[in-house]
Structures are given as C-alpha cells and as structure tokens.
C-alpha cells in the first residue's frame, strides 16, 4: 500500500515538475514573486484617485495599453488622467466609470477602441490574464468592498504574472504548432478571439450613454497599427467585415470618432516597438495629431 501511495506521489511530483518547469521555459527562466498584495490594477486605482484627492475636474482617457499612445507630460495643465490596464475593454472602462460617476466631473473623454471591444462574452467573462480585478468596480464605491484577502489577491497576482504566458503558448501551440514557435506573437488573432460577426456592441452602447451623460465632449478613438497588422485584417473577410462594421456604427451613431488606424501605414517604422504599439517617436507624432484634431471639434 505504501508503495502504491508513493508511486501515485512520484507521478503526481513529476507532473507537477513539468509543468513548472514549463512555465518557467516560456518566461525566460524567471517567476514573479514580487508585488505580492498590489496587482497592476490596483496600482493603478491608488494613483487615480491620489490625482484627483485634490482636483476632480478632469479630462480622461480609458483604454488598454494602447492608452500609452499619448503622452501627456505636455497636457497636465489641462487636467488630464488617464486609466489604463492590458487589455482593457469598453465593459471595463464602463464599470470605472460608473464607479467614479459621484465624485468625477469629466470635461472630455477619450476612449480607445479595438476589437477586443465587441467580444460575445464581454459582460460575462473578465480577462483572467489582467483585469480579473474589474469586478471591484461592480461593487460600488466602497472600500470595505474593494478589501480582498491577501491569500486571494497574492494567488491572482502569482496566476496573473506567471500563468499569461503559459496559456498564450499553449492556445497558440494548438492553432498552429509550426508558427507558435517560429513567429512573432499574432495580434490580430489574439483581439479578435472571441468575436462574432457581427460583432455584439451593446457594451459600446452601454458605455457611450453613460459617458455622454457624464462628459460634455465624447471621442473614440483608434489609434495606429504597423502595416504587418494592418494587412492580416485585409487578408482576412471576417476580421475586415467585423471591424469596419465597428468603424461604420461608431463614425454613424455616436459621431465623434478619430480613426488615425492607418496614419503611419506605409511610412515610419521606427514608430512602433510591435504591430500595434507605439514608440516614443510615434508616440509622439499621434499626439501630435490627436491635438490638432480636438482643436478642430
């Protein structure tokens, strides 16, 4: 009997081996232990509200990373915040806003869009690898009710940091075994994963009356993509129909839509570090351009 435990013990050992083993191949060889108890997320709540403890008269931008397009050392004097975390979705950037609906006053408001944005099961499901925190904000503003226990924010942080890559891999490893290992990591499938077409919008519907009740000025925004990405959703019938139908409702019903998506197409490679992230230099040029286009509305 002794035996028999001891070899469902070794088995069980070794699978567990493996697998950490495994995740520490995909993220080079290092593991997250540090910044237990303060996710990105919550880091980026605490620096929110420290901005606005003293002024809450704001202008904002909402978004994922592609938020980090602008640089705003140059727009401090007029008051803008911004929040933004990996992979941040319309439904997110929603819940923050409701959240903060009492205590804010928003002049402008732009929000970065991208397909992410029309996934199926926006409402239903949050983004495990990032954002799993957002449901703090389906809890109103309480902070008793924002206070989870330190075992269970460390294990979200610890699956968060280390598991991304991991499930990354595998999904990719499944679609197409050869590319995963060969090639760059594809952006396009990973935002239009999960999208229908047509693709559902009730959450930018959602989020746009309760922005244009909130701000007076609302701007959506798409920001610029390198040509590699850029001609994978040519390329593809789906993705093409899903997203210009996301382009037509925006520019038709809610009006104030800046789509500089192909700006740089064809020019300036040095502008981005990835398909669809900006360099400082690029940053700084769309900037440039997003100033010139709201002096224009």
């Known amino acids: 009997m002794s035996r028999f435990l001891y070899n469902i013990f070794l088995f069980l050992f070794s699978i567990f081996a493996i697998f950490f083993l495994n995740i520490l191949y ?96 926006i409402k239903e499901n949050f983004d495990i690898n990032s954002n799993g925190g957002f449901e703090i904000f389906k809890q109103g503003n309480n902070k008793n009710n924002r206070r989870r226990s330190f075992f269970a924010e460390n294990l979200q942080f610890f699956i968060n940091s280390n598991f991304q890559s991991l499930s990354i891999f595998v999904n990719r490893l499944i679609e197409n075994p050869i590319e995963s290992i060969t090639h760059d990591y594809d952006f396009v499938n990973l935002f239009f994963t999960g999208v229908q077409n047509p693709p559902r919008i009730d959450a930018i519907k959602e989020f746009d009356l309760l922005a244009k009740e909130l701000a007076k000025e609302v701007f959506y925004i798409i920001t610029p993509k390198r040509d590699n990405y850029l001609d994978s959703i040519i390329m593809n019938e789906k993705y093409k129909s899903v997203w210009n139908y996301v382009k037509s409702y925006l520019k038709e019903s809610r009006g104030n839509l800046i789509d500089l998506e192909y700006i740089f197409y064809n020019r300036n490679r040095d502008y981005f570090i990835d398909p669809i992230h900006l360099s400082e230099n ?3 040029a769309f900037t440039k351009i997003i100033k010139n286009r709201l002096k224009e509305n």
């Open 282 to 284: 690029g940053a700084k």
């Open 26 to 121: 995909i993220n080079d060889w290092k593991i997250s232990f540090n910044k237990f108890n303060d996710s990105g997320l919550n880091k980026n709540v605490k620096v929110f509200n420290e901005s606005i403890k003293h002024n809450n008269d704001i202008n904002l931008i909402l978004g994922s990373s592609l938020v980090n397009s602008f640089l705003l050392e140059d727009w401090q004097k007029g008051g803008w915040k911004k929040f933004n975390n990996n992979t941040q979705n319309v439904f997110e950037s929603y819940l923050f806003l409701n959240h903060y609906k009492e205590i804010i006053n928003i002049d402008t408001l732009l929000i970065i869009m991208h397909p992410y944005d029309v996934r199926e099961k």
